[in-house]
Structure formats: structure tokens, C-alpha cells
């Protein structure tokens, strides 16, 4: 009898060394779970800043023309293709009409700027007399590629885009926006992630996106 | 009293069993549904230009943004390939090119609304192609490598030289099931057809 209370006396004691290592192992877990979820929020994504003028209404605009964007990457086709889709979205998006690209390289030809980025404003107002906008979509690209963070890899873009005045040769409108790294659901439980295209739409819609709020 | 404990720490195994499959259904379920959330690509029809009217179209060679040199020419073959199976007829693209080099055209990039006019009025049609590849190859996502094609198509006014129709589209990652199980996914081909294809569906 004495010997039966021994061995359940230990059985006892070795379920609740059991249990206290299982409720240790949960709350590890739990830990882990919990930081792997809230440290990639700090950082990942994508990030913009824009600036609009108040003083503007930008209902005169009915048509805009494109120019070539700078391109400050490695990728030599990245600034035409963030212009396709800056064409396709301003389209889409209804919020004017867009001149022909080829129209407007033939006027920039013409004119004969060393870079878009050496246009002056007597420049962009006989510009915007050639091609009968009101308005200039500048910009650049700053990131265009997939980036690798350990044995990950996903795209990273950055864009600036600006509308010029035609008639003042002033900014009334710029947003830079970021989008780069793949998300926790992709890094560690293998889900979906954009492609290169993909975000590309992504970034430039959010970008116009703060100017056909307003 | 063993037996019972015994019988308790079966159960509780059978706990854990069940709250592991719960567990792993839920993760399951998350990227199953998570694996739709691409971005949807937007196209632009002019109202007033009678796009559905189309009966002629003359499909300018498409310009290249890949390090694929032909990746250009594989999709404007596609286009017409497409267009054609929609009951619209082609110019013969010999046909564009021998006025293109008429015309010293010597790229696509500078293409005026001048030019538009003249080849439109030369080559007998109301209206122009004109297009743009942006990706075309293999890409390499986390796990595995998938077929990627972006492709911008627009759809000019002979006369007026305006845009009248415009779609960018573009091919989606690695399925669930070729991410996840290994599946053969689409052959860069198909995914191009695929892509053509449905840019065109907005307009014809």
C-alpha cells in the first residue's frame, strides 16, 4: 500500500514538471510568434510622403503629358516602365487625358533640353503650348530591382513623381513613395508575394492615388 | 488510479494532436486565401471613340523594355495572333514596316501625331497599335521560379492621333500549389498568350 502512494507521488510530480514545461514551451512560442508578427511592422511595407498645393484647383487639368523619367538605377528600362504604367493608371484612373509619348519625345527633340531634369519653366510653358496640356507628369525612379535579406528575395522600388503647371512652370503636386521586402506571411510560412511588375503597379497607383483623392 | 491517469494524458495528447491540426488547417486556409491579393490592372476605353466598331487595326512593332532582344516581337505576333482569332483584321506587319521605313521612322519612341496620321491614311486603317513589353523571362521568387510577362497596349485614332483604348497587364506569381506542393506551373509562352489575351478581352 505505502508503495502504491510512492509511485503516485512521483507520477504526480513528473505530470506536473510536464505540464509546467509545456506551459513554458507555450508561452516561448507565443513569444516568438508574438515578436516574429510585430518587428517586421516596423519597417517593411511601403511609405510615402506627398505635398499638394492648397491653392490650386486642379480641375483646369483635362490633359497632361508624361515626360521621360529620370532614372537613377541600374536597371536601364527602369524609368520607361514606370512611365508606361504613370500612363496607363493616369488613363485609368479617368483623371485626364494623356498625350501620345511619341508626341511628346518628338516636341522634347525639338526643343533640344540637355536632360528633363535641366528644363526650365520658359521651357515647360513653350512645352505645354506645343502639346495643348495644362499639366507635366515629371519624376524619377530611384530603386527598381529585387533586393535579397538573407535567403529571401523581393522586389524594392522607390519613385518620385511631380505635376508641373504648364502655364506657371511651378510643382503643385510630388509624392515619393517606397515599397520594398517581402511580408511576414511570405517569409516564413511560404505565401504570396508580388512580382516585380506587380508592385510596380502597385507603388505608382498609390502614388497618383493621393492626387485623385483630392 | 494508473489506469485513469493514463487514460488523462491519452486525452491530452489527443489535445495537442487535435489543436495541431486545427492549427495547421487555419495556416492552411490563411495562405489559400491569402494567395489571391495580387493587384488587379486597371485599362482605359475613351467613351465617345466607338472601340467595338473596330474592323482594321495595324499593329506597330511593340517596343522593348526586357533584356530579351525578341521578347518584342513574340508578343506582337501574339497580339495579332489574337486579334485575328477575334474577327478583326491585321495589316500584314511587312506591310507596317515597309511604311515605317518610308516614312524614316527610326523609333517607335518618337512617333508623332503627324507620323500617326500619315501611316494611318497610307496603311488604310482608322486606327494603331502601338505597345510596350516591360517584363518577359523567368523570375525568381522565394521558393521557386515563375514565368513573368508585363505587357502596355494602346489603341490610337489614326485621325486625331488620341489614345482610345489602353491596358497594361500583367502575369501573376507562383500559384499555392506550385509555391507550396511543387505543381508545374504555366510555360513562359502560355503565361505571355495568357497575358495578351486578356488585355485584348477589355478591348474586342
Redesign the interface.
Known amino acids: 500500500m505505502p508503495l502504491?502512494r510512492c509511485?503516485?507521488i512521483n507520477?504526480g510530480t513528473k505530470?506536473m514538471r510536464r505540464k509546467t514545461v509545456g506551459l513554458l514551451k507555450s508561452f516561448l512560442l507565443g513569444c516568438m510568434l508574438c515578436m516574429m508578427v510585430f518587428v517586421p511592422g516596423c519597417g517593411g511595407g511601403s511609405t510615402a510622403t506627398y505635398h499638394i498645393r492648397q491653392d490650386v484647383d486642379f480641375g483646369f487639368i483635362k490633359r497632361i503629358a508624361v515626360l521621360p523619367m529620370d532614372n537613377l538605377t541600374g536597371d536601364r528600362?527602369a524609368g520607361?516602365?514606370v512611365r508606361?504604367?504613370v500612363?496607363?493608371?493616369l488613363?485609368?484612373?479617368?483623371l485626364a487625358?494623356?498625350v501620345?509619348?511619341?508626341?511628346v519625345?518628338?516636341?522634347l527633340?525639338k526643343m533640344g533640353p540637355k536632360s528633363i531634369s535641366a528644363l526650365t519653366t520658359e521651357q515647360l510653358k513653350a512645352l505645354g503650348n506645343t502639346l495643348k496640356v495644362q499639366a507635366f507628369v515629371l519624376g524619377s525612379v530611384e530603386k527598381f530591382g529585387?533586393v535579397r535579406v538573407g535567403n529571401?528575395?523581393?522586389p524594392e522600388i522607390s519613385i518620385t513623381l511631380m505635376l508641373a503647371d504648364a502655364g506657371s512652370g511651378s510643382i503643385i503636386w510630388s509624392a515619393t513613395r517606397t515599397t520594398g521586402g517581402?511580408g511576414f506571411?511570405?517569409?516564413h510560412?511560404?505565401?504570396?508575394?508580388?512580382?516585380?511588375?506587380?508592385s510596380?503597379?502597385?507603388i505608382v497607383?498609390a502614388t497618383l492615388q493621393t492626387l485623385t483623392k483630392y | 488510479?494508473?489506469d485513469f491517469?493514463n487514460s488523462t494524458?491519452h486525452r491530452s495528447n489527443r489535445g495537442h494532436a487535435g489543436a495541431c491540426i486545427a492549427l495547421f488547417l487555419v495556416?492552411s486556409c490563411?495562405?489559400f486565401s491569402?494567395?489571391g491579393?495580387?493587384?488587379r490592372?486597371?485599362?482605359?476605353t475613351r467613351p465617345d471613340a466607338g472601340a467595338g466598331k473596330i474592323r482594321k487595326i495595324a499593329v506597330l512593332p511593340i517596343?522593348n523594355?526586357?533584356s530579351d532582344g525578341l521578347a518584342a516581337e513574340r508578343i506582337r505576333k501574339l497580339v495579332i495572333a489574337e486579334i485575328l482569332t477575334k474577327g478583326v483584321d491585321v495589316v500584314e506587319p511587312g506591310e507596317v514596316s515597309s511604311v515605317l521605313i518610308d516614312m524614316k521612322i527610326k523609333s517607335?519612341?518618337?512617333?508623332?501625331?503627324k507620323?500617326?496620321r500619315e501611316m494611318s491614311k497610307t496603311l488604310g486603317v482608322e486606327v494603331l497599335m502601338?505597345g510596350?513589353v516591360?517584363?518577359y523571362g523567368i523570375?525568381?521568387?522565394?521558393?521557386t521560379t515563375?514565368p513573368?510577362v508585363?505587357i502596355?497596349l494602346?489603341l490610337?485614332d489614326g485621325a486625331t492621333?488620341?489614345?482610345i483604348w489602353?491596358?497594361?497587364n500583367?502575369?501573376?506569381?507562383?500559384s499555392?500549389w506550385t509555391?507550396?506542393f511543387g505543381s508545374e506551373g504555366p510555360t513562359l509562352s502560355e503565361t505571355a498568350r495568357k497575358v495578351v489575351r486578356n488585355a485584348l478581352n477589355t478591348l474586342l
Not at chain 1, 505565401?191 to 506587380?198: I, N, V
Not at chain 2, 490592372?41 to 482605359?44: G, L, R
Open positions: 502504491i509511485s503516485e507520477n505530470n528600362y520607361d516602365v508606361q504604367v500612363i496607363s493608371e488613363l485609368a484612373s479617368g487625358d494623356v501620345v509619348p511619341g508626341e519625345v518628338a516636341a527633340d529585387e529571401v528575395s523581393a517581402a506571411m511570405a517569409r510560412f511560404g505565401a504570396r508575394t508580388d512580382t516585380l511588375s506587380e510596380v503597379l502597385k497607383r | 488510479m494508473l491517469m494524458e495556416l490563411l495562405l491569402l494567395d491579393c495580387g493587384v490592372p486597371k485599362y482605359y517596343e523594355f526586357t517607335l519612341n518618337s512617333l508623332s501625331i507620323d500617326i502601338l510596350s516591360e517584363a523570375s525568381n521568387g522565394i521558393s515563375y513573368e508585363s502596355h494602346t490610337l492621333g488620341n489614345v489602353s491596358a497594361w500583367t502575369s501573376e506569381g507562383p499555392f509555391r507550396h
